[in-house]
């Protein structure tokens, strides 16, 4: 009995570690929303997740060269949207641009990359939420 209690105890324990983690993510994400002008072209907040993806143009994002200038390239993040009824259904839409990678500062070229990859951490809630609900609606 003992075993199972610590077991929920233990989940219950990374859910909410997890929820918290989602809501300070969520209050960062704005802060760099607005330091690195991306409402110049996106007008809401909330209109950022009507995006299928955001990429980085300049920088790694691989776990083992994180944050890594790639050089003669141009440091920018990038948008793709999707529209299922257009003929071209995918587009890649500048969000910011920042200059050759290499002349940018570091601090910057951080606050891009965490941007980046705090947008893909509030997509990934989303997307299970996504599928929980989709699984939620075919096994009723």
Do not use: W
Not at 19 to 26: D, F, H, Y
Not at 49 to 70: H, Q, R, T, Y
């Amino acid at each position: 009995m003992s075993s199972a209690l610590d077991r929920l105890k233990n989940l219950t324990n990374k859910i909410s570690s997890y929820e918290t983690a989602r809501k300070e993510n969520l209050k960062i994400l704005e802060e760099l929303f607005h330091k690195l002008e991306i409402d110049k072209k996106v007008d809401r907040y909330e209109s950022l997740f009507d995006f299928k993806a955001v990429n980085l143009s300049g920088a790694s994002l691989l776990p083992e060269s994180l944050g890594e200038i790639k050089e003669g390239k141009y440091l920018q993040i990038l948008a793709i949207s999707y529209d299922r009824n257009a003929q071209v259904k995918s587009k890649n839409i500048s969000l910011a641009y920042f200059g050759r990678s290499e002349n940018v500062d570091k601090a910057l070229k951080n606050s891009v990359v965490e941007f980046v990859i705090r947008y893909r951490f509030e997509k990934s809630f989303m997307t299970l939420e996504h599928y929980h609900d989709m699984i939620g609606s075919i096994a009723n």
